[in-house]
């Protein structure tokens, strides 16, 4: 994408995303390379030691429930701060206090996972670092500022494919961390690596842009539009269903196949470069066959990826399984979430980002919690035979009514265009 059709990032825009005079294309490339080394290390910091997390917290419990619990504060905090902190970041008008603080507990809830005794001090260091995962809601609402309103879903494919380096070579690292100095290495240097992005966004010249007071009436009228909530509860199937696999008893399944930590980390990284590809694919395509097309092409992938993880009986085919789900998260995650933010206005955007941030993250919790109860109950490979159905049924119900009309309010005018 050319620099001259990115946005000023130094001056306001109106509420209809018309541009002001330009800054100079120094000052927007100096401020979308720090943006992006932010969220290079942003996901690095999350992911260092992900690949091995699973395994790490079963060795402190045999209870594959217990291990849900710990996995799922991740998801659940999320959840709980992500709409609050993007409505917080629209009344003040401003975005990089936030990031740093989240980096700040990034970090610290690495050092905790990492010295925990116990399962308790899994559950806490998880947690904090489930509240620093809110950081993503003003990172994607930054970064999207810095394109025209029109390419929202262009813009969060680029910021999906710079994350997905950050997430690939993180977790390709962990085995050989892991073998260099056991479990705890990887943390201290996730620890590291947040420090290190606090120094990197100190210097951006962030567009403050005008304060938006929060009522309750605004926010509900935000949360009922169809254009906004639909996307959030389609990512909020698809995550519950990734979470569930690839970063919870995917691994373990793995590991009762004979995987090793380097098996896990290789896992954990060809999901991540797959979903790289399905970033770019998402990006080059969505304008030619439509969003609503490739959403439910993910949710098929997806429905393949579980069910082929279910009846897996050696690595090879649970690495083929693997391929389908990343390829899934891949497509559908960028393009849902432009979708929720598409017609929003610059005032509400990071509101509305926290939204869908906040509705996804419920599956993101919702995946390790849920399928730790079914795995416990009916074992592993039942859980992902009943996750597959049930993410396929849903998914493809609800991906019918996707619907792009600007503003649209949810109540189904006939000039909706379908996408």
Known sequence: ????????VDKPTTARGVSVPAATTGARRLTLALVAGVVFLYWVALYLYMPTLPT?????????ALVGVVLAQYGLWQALIRLPLGIAADWLGRRKPFIVAGFVL????????????GVSGLIVGRAITGLAAG????????????????????ATALLTFIGSIGRMLASAATASLNGWGGYTLAFFLAAGAALLAVLLVLPVQARRHAARRPSLEGIGRLASRRDVLLPAVLAAVNQYANWAATFS????LASQLGGTDATQSMLMSMHIGLLTLGNLAATAVVNRIGARRIVILSFVLLALGLAGAALAPSLPLLFAAQVCIGLS?????????GLSIRYV????????MGLHQAVYAIGMFGGPWLSGILADALGIRPMFGVTAFACLAVGLVLARWLVEGQGDTGTGRQGDKEI
């Open 1 to 8: 994408m050319s620099a001259g059709r990115l946005r000023d």
């Open 56 to 64: 790490y917290a079963e060795s402190k419990t045999d209870n594959l």
């Open 106 to 117: 990034a970090g610290l809830g690495a050092l905790v996972i990492g010295t925990a005794g």
């Open 135 to 154: 950081t993503w809601v003003p990172l994607v609402a930054l970064f999207s500022s810095l394109f025209p309103p029109e390419q929202a879903v262009r």
């Open 249 to 252: 008893f995917v691994p373990i």
């Open 329 to 337: 998260q891949g497509m559908g995650y960028p393009v849902l979430m």
């Open 345 to 352: 206005a610059d005032t509400e955007r990071t509101t509305a």
